[in-house]
């Protein structure tokens, strides 16, 4: 059996490779593509981006991606577009690439290449993009050398150059691109490689059950985003892994009246349009995972589904009251969210088991929802405390419904249930959270490591429902970056 894709204009069949080999050492080692750069090996600098075209709802989609963790087992029915094959066939740059040049957004050259990948992709999506859309577009491209101003300004000058498109590779190529594509899908469970060194691609969710049935050790890979870190960094030999991001029927969300059932195999980007809309502070945290590229690969299932106690997602899913679907050869099971993380390393999840969807509520009428995630950086990095907030009040303004959740603060992503038993039926003002912030000592005993120390987290927590107060008393308002408000 053969993984297929389309490299450029080159259509790849790979029948033999082992399954953690990533894109980057496939690009750079085995096709001599050495545009696309190596700086962090674990999707932080974007230095590696290239994009990749998939077919999804009759559309051919093009998303930037991070070279160096994406698995080359995860690209069957894609097409890859590196560095190389944007300028033209006679070396005329690309608009995108011209303008670089022509407004110094170059030093060193290092990153450039994923610079202009990520900018490629925006001038491909947005014919006149605000200075909001370049700077999330560039969030997941780090360079040392130029600061971003001649970047930002490349990217509005290309914005506007829109040559016939008969000279853009993926404009030109489109219609054929999407008849090749649509030749290489398939129902069929792919397998490559033995017992030492295998990929599997289940072709439905039926085959991926059956498949985890037979591998109870398999590793089950999605968007590659924390996986693809334990090859690259932690140098893990894993076998059997399973690629699950081609399983369109993983990548649904379906709107009810009271909420949302997302697939596991949705991804941060593809679940922002819906969450925007319903529940804009869960989005605007969304806006804070990792870059583009990292949005565009990782999905809120997997988020979920490793366990991580600093997963940005669970804590604002446990604090909405998200339930969890699990799926395996045996049938389906659904739990509360919050009880799934059972402690460090360990989750209710049996043999055979696979995240299936979520299901999210909206909040209420009259409810108040926030999330905060306090880090280093602003960009792109790691919580050190993430809190979550639910409230509803009665119409004598007491506590009527509280949930809060924190990641950070235990072994696991966990509720504030001292805390919340502390503001349940008291009035929500400033006399009750402040007696109520010594019910986090019985909560949590956070630890110290490079992120922050145990003091730190443990009065950030505290500060953060003190905030929450501030925000939902009187007339609403809320703290936020002014460009977010194009968001």
Not at 81 to 88: D, K, M
Not at 454 to 480: H, I, P, S, V, W
Request: glycine content about 8%; charged content about 25%.
């Amino acid at each position: 059996m053969t993984i297929r894709f389309i490299l450029n204009d080159e259509e790849i069949a790979l029948d033999a490779l082992s399954p953690s080999e990533t894109l980057l050492d496939y690009l750079r080692i085995k096709k001599r593509l050495t545009g696309s750069k190596e700086g962090c090996a674990e999707g932080d600098c974007g230095a590696c981006t290239v994009l990749v075209g998939r077919l999804t709802r009759g559309r051919l989609v093009y998303e930037t991606v991070n070279a160096c963790i994406r698995f080359v087992a995860s690209l069957n029915a894609t097409h890859v577009v590196t560095i190389e094959h944007l300028a033209a066939k006679d070396g005329t740059l690309h608009p995108v690439q011209q303008a670089m040049v022509d407004l110094n957004g170059s030093q060193c050259g290092f990153c450039t290449p994923g610079i202009v990948m990520s900018l490629y992709a925006l001038w491909m999506e947005n014919e006149k993009p605000s200075r909001f859309a370049i700077e999330k577009a560039l969030q997941g491209n780090l360079c040392r050398c130029t600061g971003y101003e001649p970047i930002v300004k490349a990217a509005e000058k290309a914005s506007a150059i829109r040559p016939d498109a008969a000279f853009d590779a993926i404009a030109r190529e489109h219609d054929q691109v999407m008849a090749r594509l649509a030749g290489m899908k398939t129902d069929a469970t792919i397998t490559v490689g033995d017992d030492s060194s295998r990929a599997i691609i289940p072709g439905s969710i039926a085959a991926l059950a059956d498949t985890l049935k037979e591998y109870r050790d398999a590793t089950i890979v999605a968007g590659s985003t924390d996986v693809g870190l334990w090859v690259t960094k932690q140098m893990r030999r894993l076998n059997p892994m399973v690629f699950i991001n081609q399983l369109e029927e993983l990548q649904t969300i379906t709107e009810t009246d009271t909420g949302f059932i997302i697939g596991a195999g949705v991804t941060y980007s593809e679940a922002l349009p819906a969450l925007t809309e319903k529940i804009p502070a869960f989005s605007r945290l969304i806006f804070r995972i990792g870059g583009e590229q990292v949005r565009n690969m990782g999905t809120i299932g997997g988020n979920v589904a490793n366990g991580s106690p600093i997963g940005d997602t669970p804590p604002a899913l446990i604090a909405l009251g998200a339930t969890l679907t699990l799926q395996s050869a045996d049938g389906t099971r659904t739990i509360a969210l919050q009880d799934y993380f059972r402690d460090y390393g360990k989750q209710d999840r049996r043999p055979g088991d696979f995240v299936l969807s979520l299901t999210v509520p909206k909040p209420a009428k009259d409810s108040h929802f926030a999330v905060y995630k306090v880090a280093k950086r602003r960009e792109e990095d790691i919580s050190a405390v993430c809190g979550a907030f639910y409230l509803k009040l009665a119409e004598d303004g007491t506590v009527a419904t509280i949930r809060i959740a924190y990641g950070g603060m235990a072994g696991i992503p966990k509720r504030a249930s001292h805390v919340e038993a502390a503001l349940s039926g008291k009035p929500w003002n400033s006399e009750t959270v402040e007696a109520a912030r010594a019910a986090f000592e019985d909560d949590y005993q956070p630890m110290t490591d490079m992120r922050a120390t145990a003091a730190y987290r443990m009065l950030t927590a505290k500060n953060l429902l003190t905030r929450f107060l501030l925000e939902t008393g009187g007339d609403a308002q809320e703290l936020r970056r002014f460009a977010e408000e194009e968001a």
